[in-house]
T-cell receptor, first 113, second 113 residues
Framework: AQSVSQHNHHVILSEAASLELGCNYS??????LFWYVQYPGQHLQLLLK??????LVKGIKGFEAEFIKSKFSFNLRKPSVQWSDTAEYFC???????????FGTGTKLQVIP | NAGVTQTPKFQVLKTGQSMTLQCAQD?????MYWYRQDPGMGLRLIYY???????DKGEVPNGYNVSRLNKREFSLRLESAAPSQTSVYFC????????????FGNGTRLTVT
């Protein structure tokens, strides 16, 4: 069965600091990986996704993520965060060929001006 | 484009009461999902429907039933509500291949007293 782990539950950064949020999944076969963001009071929106090809994927608002197959990881990065990045970030996986999508427990990011 | 529409937005139930959460999408998507979101637990899949006429259990199906009424609509029913079902419920849909992102509704905040 597929599963996702996000080890950082709450991260506090100052504006302009660099961000890296961890995501590890467990599934032995082909996977599709996603990062979603949820701003306060809103529903989830897609940040970026990986399904094949270049393991470094770029998303909206300057976010990027790197798929490292040997480590079963898909970490999210941003070189310089802004106050407006304050939100909760979710990693998600679905095994290739299946419609079931599993989410991690989320990481709350607080950016201090 | 309305996208994914959930009703109601808020609901308060007493223990033992029943209710149905409605979800409709206008994007002609094949797959639809019901998640619940609880603090510290991320999004947990309740049920999903990979295509019209099929439904499958997710991680936390106990206490819930679903109906895929047609391609557009996917309802979630609580037959006998319990305080443990107090949560925010999100409906989502997905079209296209397995690497397509989920599109979320705005959620239903349910309180069971």
């Amino acid at each position: 069965a597929q599963s996702v782990s996000q080890h950082n539950h709450h991260v506090i950064l100052s504006e302009a600091a660099s961000l890296e949020l961890g995501c590890n999944y467990s599934y032995g076969g082909t996977v599709n990986l996603f990062w979603y963001v949820q701003y306060p009071g809103q529903h989830l929106q897609l940040l970026l996704k990986y399904f094949s090809g270049d393991p470094l994927v770029k998303g909206i608002k300057g976010f990027e993520a790197e798929f490292i197959k040997s480590k079963f990881s898909f970490n999210l990065r941003k070189p310089s965060v802004q106050w407006s990045d304050t939100a909760e970030y979710f990693c998600a996986v679905n095994a290739g060929g299946y419609q079931k999508v599993t989410f991690g427990t989320g990481t709350k990011l607080q950016v201090i001006p | 484009n309305a996208g994914v529409t959930q009703t109601p937005k808020f609901q308060v139930l007493k223990t033992g009461q029943s209710m149905t959460l409605q979800c409709a999408q206008d994007m002609n998507h094949n797959s639809m999902y019901w998640y619940r979101q609880d603090p510290g637990m991320g999004l947990r899949l309740i049920y999903y429907s990979a295509s019209e006429g099929t439904t499958d259990k997710g991680e936390v199906p106990n206490g819930y039933n679903v109906s895929r009424l047609n391609k557009r609509e996917f309802s979630l029913r609580l037959e006998s509500a319990a305080p443990s079902q107090t949560s925010v419920y999100f409906c989502a849909s997905r079209g296209g291949p397995y690497n397509s992102p989920l599109h979320f509704g705005n959620g239903t905040r349910l309180t069971v007293t």
